[in-house]
């Protein structure tokens, strides 16, 4: 659609806030004595997986040309390199540590299946365990799509059974947090709760409808003023929300897993603010260095982990720095190689994958029908 490049990169400075407030949540916290959202790394997860199917939603919907083989071949191509980067970055600090690997954990990691089978979803690089659910989320989103379009779902429904699939996961999940023992949770039961892929379903679905309903609606806000005052709005709700947690907890009168897409109507609503800017706002925020550091966010993700051992047990000790400041210093560096290795590494991969080598093969089984050697 017309202007929808621009609200995804409108989008894109975002998915680095999230992805750094991730970091500090894994890293930082102690250091930095950082708290409330500033350290809400979990939730950010339910941010990515909202924008992950708002951004699906957005992009393929309206496609008459829309083919679901090519479509999962884009996905790889987005999140298999850096993933697999990362994944032999932890392998290689774990062999430089003399640790042993599970083997099953490798094989899940290997397969993107890790947030399937308690209790490996945080196996070798903790952070995948997202990707093995947006991976579940690529595969079926065609599927959805279908479905949408077959029984022709209008936007505005598609959004209201997302509302209630989400209402009803809560459910479902706030009565098994508080089905168990007085202290903690079993492992199992807290993996299916923060990391199993249907857990997460509404969210991504949440995002798909809402990328529908804003390319049905075709919403736009020109004046700077009312497009701030309804970004800095939702941002608002969301920074209150999620720094009230206690006191809402305490009011209901029962635990909630806040970490696990119950912020998800949330985040819809602010990517929807976001979204909807055709102002000055929108403008600096499709900003070069700001589209460029949301454009790395993936690999500041992903490697995140890999990057932190080698850091810390290579350079940390060199510098003689405080706490704070040597987290400062581990950021800065995951922040440039990050931005190289997307410049770099994951960009050109993403070409590779998508183009050059389904024309290699086209090529070879051209070659291979002619007889040619």
């Not at 959805?144 to 479902?172: D, E, H, N, P």
């Not at 060199?318 to 410049?343: E, H, K, Q, T």
Request: contains cysteine.
């Amino acid at each position: 659609m017309p202007g929808g490049r621009v609200r995804v990169e409108a989008l894109t400075f975002f998915r680095f806030v999230a992805a750094a407030i991730v970091v500090v949540f894994h890293f930082g916290r102690d250091a930095t004595g950082l708290s409330g959202v500033l350290v809400a790394g979990p939730q950010m997860v339910t941010f990515f997986f909202v924008l992950s199917g708002f951004v699906m939603g957005l992009s393929y919907f309206d496609r008459g040309d829309f083919d679901r083989h090519r479509y999962w071949l884009a996905r790889i191509a987005r999140i298999l390199p850096v993933y697999a980067l990362g994944l032999a970055l932890m392998l290689l600090s774990i062999f430089l540590r003399g640790e042993a690997v599970d083997a099953k954990a490798l094989l899940l990691n290997l397969t993107l299946l890790q947030s399937w089978s308690p209790p490996y979803p945080t196996s070798i690089n903790p952070p995948g365990w997202s990707l093995s659910v947006e991976a579940f989320f690529y595969w079926l989103f065609p599927f959805v799509l279908l479905a949408i379009r077959r029984y022709r779902v209008s936007a505005g429904k598609a959004l209201a059974l997302s509302m209630v699939l989400w209402g009803m996961t809560q459910a479902i999940l706030i009565a098994a947090f508080n089905s168990g023992p007085d202290v903690g949770l079993p492992r199992f039961a807290h993996d299916l709760i923060y990391y199993f892929p249907l857990s997460h379903l509404c969210s991504f679905l949440l995002g798909v409808s809402g990328g529908i309903w804003m390319l049905r609606r075709r919403v736009s806000i020109d004046n700077t003023i009312h497009s701030t005052l309804f970004v800095t709005g939702a941002l608002s709700l969301v920074v209150m929300a999620i720094n009230g947690q206690p006191r809402l907890g305490a009011l209901l009168g029962f635990d909630i897993p806040f970490r696990s897409s119950f912020y998800a109507p949330l985040f819809l609503l602010l990517i929807v603010a976001v979204a909807a800017c055709r102002s000055t706002l929108s403008r600096a925020l499709r900003a070069r260095p700001l589209v460029l550091l949301g454009g790395a966010s993936y690999s500041v993700y992903i490697l995140q982990a890999p990057l932190e051992l080698l850091y810390a047990d290579y350079l940390s000790d060199a510098f003689g720095l405080s706490p704070a400041m040597d987290f400062g210093a581990y950021f800065v560096l995951l922040i440039v190689i990050s931005m190289v290795c997307f410049l770099a590494f994951e960009k050109p991969a993403n070409r590779w994958i998508r183009y050059t080598l389904p024309d290699w093969l086209r090529r070879r089984r051209a070659m291979a029908c002619a007889g040619e050697p």
